[in-house]
């Protein structure tokens, strides 16, 4: 153990002040906040694999409402890839859908959808991306931007802070980002973290230069499993369009050691385990 200096007494009072000034400083700034939430990841809440069970309902701007039903499977390997299959198991007409993507450090997800009515798995190609996921208010792109974004570096997208604001009870620090690759479909990010736990309460994605947000991301209803907290209930909504994606999440189970051949086009054809 590394024995601390003696500090004579009429100096004791001012270092401290002063050492408590500088730390406050230093962790006023948005890429340390954000380097905090990394090493997080990367430490104490770190996971191998994650079964969930969730709950979707999708509600159109004119008030038409739909409702889904699956479960999402997700695999961490060594680096920052992820490895993402996700099952629909209801409604009818939805049944046997399969959705699967295979991250990667520094380029787009390789992503698949399985259509069961037409027995063939479909790639989903760079012209894709933008388009939605299964009716939700989140597109492809949106999904594997939402899924790096926590390993995101400054070269990624340079940070600022703006300020502090409270989300739904919970003070947040207030992080603007920059993307600077050209396949981020958005000019400007806007994160609430929490500060308890520096989870996101809320996302705001803008596009093409607005100065209102295309689409608006909440995240409530957070709980610990294990030592991750989770957010049970995530609403997405696409603003001009008045629609919005309610996600809920009814279980979740960490390391419970997926296999490896789960993330497959195979598997994603065989449908659900």
């Known amino acids: 153990m590394r024995c601390r200096p003696l500090v004579p ?5 001012a270092a401290v002040v002063l050492a408590v000034v500088a730390a406050s400083a230093s962790a006023d700034t948005a890429r340390e906040i954000l380097d905090r939430r990394q090493a ?3 430490g104490p ?4 694999d994650r079964e969930e069970r969730l709950s979707l309902v999708i509600q159109d701007g004119r008030g038409g409402e739909r409702k889904r039903e699956l479960t999402r499977f997700e695999r961490r390997g060594n680096g920052e890839d992820t490895k993402t299959i996700v099952f629909f198991h209801a409604p009818a007409e939805v049944k046997g859908t399969g959705f ?3 991250g990667h450090d520094d380029a787009p997800a390789d ?6 009515e037409l027995r063939r798995v479909r790639q989903i190609t760079t012209r894709a991306r933008g388009e939605s996921f299964v009716g939700t208010d989140l597109t492809y792109a949106d999904l594997d ?5 926590p390993w995101w570096t400054e070269a990624d997208a340079r940070s600022r802070l703006r300020g502090e604001e409270p989300v739904d009870g919970a003070g947040s620090w207030v992080i603007e980002l920059d993307p600077q690759g050209d396949t981020i479909p958005y000019d400007t990010i806007v994160l609430w973290l929490a500060k308890d736990d520096l989870v996101p309460r809320r996302i705001e994605l803008f596009a093409d230069g607005t100065a209102e947000p295309t689409k608006r991301i909440r995240q409530r209803d957070v709980r610990m499993v294990g030592a ?3 957010p049970h209930e995530v609403e997405v909504a696409t603003l001009a369009k008045g629609s919005r994606t309610l996600v809920t999440t009814a279980s979740v189970r960490l390391d419970t050691g997926l296999a490896e051949d789960l993330f497959t086009q195979r598997a994603l054809e065989r449908g659900e385990p």
């Open 100 to 102: 699967l993507s295979i």
């Open 228 to 230: 991750v907290p989770v």
């Open 145 to 149: 931007m939402l899924a790096d974004m």
């Open 111 to 116: 992503q698949w959808l399985y259509l069961p």
């Open 40 to 42: 997080l990841e990367d």
């Open 45 to 48: 809440r770190k996971w191998t």
């Open 9 to 13: 007494p009429a100096l004791g009072l």
